[in-house]
């Protein structure tokens, strides 16, 4: 039998200050008019969203990760693996050692695969040029990037098409969002916009933009976030919304960089606002592909690389969890005294599902 930590949780009392939020959250559908009730309010109600635990739940008591000794317990227990892609499958746009002959071996056991990333620069259709481009077989339908997630919450809750979306980000934002048929303004385009600051200079806005979209972003300036703070703060109703709150990425394979969470956090602290968080360790996604695939969450084991996004996702969203330490996260961090997120099992890769299969053969 695979030992799981029996986990003690107390709820956060949690007002109800607004009437719905999507359905596959477990409550009713809002639509946008109901965003006129105080923003404030709003992000009350979504704070959690941004700090250690993404849901209504605090974790008490969690006890250490065991190293992964049987593969095949694991692969039996469930029928979903949820994988993080930067620092699981690829670093940078290297593959990592043993992920094809892996995910073959997965589906050859009728797993179904899924693979969910914070990253936001791509839309799903170049992620899967890019899964094509180093060799491996996946579907469209089986991507989940968090520029996917930001459109697919601003459809949850009807938000209307005669508003704009500014975006602060990347291509695939903007691709996600025209396929979803919203307006928008802003994202590479906005990267060469500078501001003449003179004596009485004052900078215009669009006030029919209803929502903030902030991802990792290459060609983030000054113009782009005074564009993105006057809209949070003057439009009435206007969401912020954050793909993710990453600290770092993975550019390339030789070190890390400064990411999404940087961006985001510009905007927070001019603002004064926290945004709404779609991405990982927020729930939202994990009850998307839930409701999509009519999958049991305890039936699912998620596969990332870092603590606080991805064990963190899994753990908020009752799956199993398995941390690999192939990307961000190190054992001695791990293991560290001060770290207080414990996934299930670890393992070096993914490819270890290989080696400890045959080794407990």
């Known amino acids: 039998m695979l030992g799981r930590t029996v986990v003690a949780y107390s709820f956060v009392s949690v007002p109800a200050v607004f009437p719905t939020i999507p359905k596959f959250l477990g409550l009713k559908r809002l639509s946008f008019n109901s965003f006129s009730i105080a923003n404030a309010k709003w992000n009350w109600n979504f704070k959690l969203y941004n700090r250690k635990s993404s849901t209504a739940l605090r974790k008490e008591t969690r006890a250490s990760a065991q190293p992964l000794k049987n593969a095949d317990e694991l692969i039996y227990s469930v029928e979903t693996f949820i994988f993080d892609c930067d620092g699981v499958i690829w670093k940078g746009d290297k593959l990592i050692d043993g992920v094809p002959q892996t995910l073959d071996m997965l589906r050859s056991r009728g797993k179904r695969l899924v693979f969910v990333t914070n990253n936001s620069t791509k839309s799903r259709k170049q992620y899967g040029k890019k899964f094509e481009t180093l060799g491996l077989n996946v579907t469209e339908e089986e991507i989940f990037a968090s520029s996917f997630a930001a459109a697919a919450y601003l459809k949850s809750i009807n938000f209307p098409k005669e508003k704009k979306v500014y975006v602060i980000g990347e291509d695939g934002i903007l691709k996600e969002l025209e396929l979803a048929g919203f307006q928008y303004l802003g994202g590479p385009e906005d990267g060469g916009k500078k501001i003449e600051l003179k004596p009485g200079f004052l900078m215009e806005h669009d006030k029919d933009v209803g929502a903030v979209v902030v991802g990792f972003d290459r060609y983030f300036n000054y ?139």
């Open 223 to 361: 113009y782009k976030v005074q564009y993105g703070t006057l809209c949070v703060r003057e439009n009435p109703g206007c969401l912020f919304i954050a793909t993710n709150r990453d600290a770092v990425t993975h550019l390339t394979d030789a070190q890390e960089w400064a990411g999404g969470g940087s961006m985001v956090g510009a905007i927070a602290g001019s603002s004064q606002r926290e945004p709404l968080v779609v991405g990982k360790p927020s729930t939202f996604m994990m009850d998307y592909l839930a409701n999509k695939f009519g999958i049991l969450k305890s039936q699912i084991c998620m596969v990332g690389d870092r603590l606080d996004t991805d064990i963190l996702f899994g753990q908020n969203g009752g799956c199993k969890t398995l941390l690999v330490l192939s990307g961000v996260t190190t054992l001695s961090m791990l293991q560290d005294p001060s770290n207080s997120i414990q996934p299930d099992f670890y393992t070096n890769k993914i490819s270890d599902f290989l080696s400890l299969k045959a080794a407990t053969a």
